[in-house]
C-alpha cells in the first residue's frame, strides 16, 4: 500500500479544527499529521512537517491564512507546499488573492464532507480544486476589475483552440464538461491542458485561473 497523505489543519476555531481532523482521520488513505490554530504556527508546522496538503482558513491571529499560503505557496518559494483554502468566507475578493498566493484549491465550509476529501486527494495528487460555483461568481463580478486597464488582450503563444480551452477552464468547467462543450474526447481536454500549462508556464490549473483573469481571456 502506498503511504497516505499527510495533512496540517490550520483553523483558529478549535471545534471546526477538531472535526476537519477527524473527519480525515477516518480516511485508510489520509492522516493528519498536525493541527494550528494560527498562520504562523501553520507555516513552522508546515515547514517542519513538510506534509501533502495544508487545508488553510483565511482569517486567523497572528498571520491571516492568504499570507501563510504566500509563504508556503506562492512565487518564489523554494520548496512549495500545497495548500487547500477551506473557509466561510466566499467573498471574491478572497477567492482571487487566495489563488494568487499560490493555494491550490479553494472550498468553502458548508461543502459536504466527501468534497473537501476529494479536495485533499486531488491537491496532493498536483492537480487543482476550485469550488464551480465560486469560480463562476468570480467570473461574473470580479474578473473586469482584474483585466488589462487598456481592455486589450495581450498576445500569448497559445493556439485559437488553446484559448478557448483556457476560456472554459477558468469558467469553471471540468474537463468533461469541456469535452462536451467542444465536442472532444477528455484525453484531448488533457493534452490541451498540459500543452497551456507548459506554454504559459504555470504549476496548475489553478494558475491558468488566475492567468485568465488578469489578461482579460475571461468575457
Do not use: W
Amino acid at each position: 500500500m502506498s503511504a497516505p497523505v499527510r495533512v496540517v489543519i490550520c483553523d483558529d476555531q478549535a471545534l471546526i479544527r477538531t472535526g476537519l481532523a477527524t473527519i480525515v482521520d477516518a480516511q485508510p488513505d489520509l492522516e493528519v499529521v498536525g493541527e494550528c490554530g494560527d498562520g504562523r504556527t501553520g507555516v513552522d508546522l508546515a515547514r517542519e512537517l513538510r506534509p501533502d496538503v495544508v487545508v488553510m482558513d483565511i482569517r486567523m491571529p497572528v498571520l491571516d491564512g492568504l499570507e501563510a499560503t504566500r509563504l508556503l505557496a506562492g512565487a518564489g518559494v523554494e520548496h512549495p507546499v500545497k495548500v487547500l483554502v477551506v473557509t466561510t468566507f466566499n467573498l471574491d475578493e478572497y477567492v482571487y488573492e487566495a489563488l494568487r498566493a499560490g493555494a491550490s484549491g479553494f472550498l468553502l465550509k458548508d461543502a459536504p464532507p466527501d468534497r473537501l476529501l476529494h479536495g485533499i486527494r486531488t491537491v496532493a495528487m498536483g492537480a487543482a480544486l476550485l469550488d464551480p460555483d465560486v469560480t463562476r461568481r468570480l467570473v461574473g463580478r470580479y474578473a473586469a476589475r482584474i483585466r488589462p486597464a487598456e481592455g486589450a488582450v495581450p498576445e500569448t503563444p497559445l493556439t485559437p483552440r488553446e484559448t478557448e480551452v483556457l476560456r472554459l477552464i477558468a469558467e469553471g468547467l471540468s474537463n468533461s464538461e469541456i469535452a462536451a462543450a467542444l465536442v472532444i474526447s477528455p484525453e484531448t481536454v488533457k493534452t490541451f491542458v498540459s500543452r497551456i500549462l507548459t506554454k504559459l508556464d504555470l504549476r496548475d490549473r489553478v494558475q491558468a485561473v488566475v492567468f485568465a483573469f488578469r489578461h482579460g481571456l475571461v468575457t
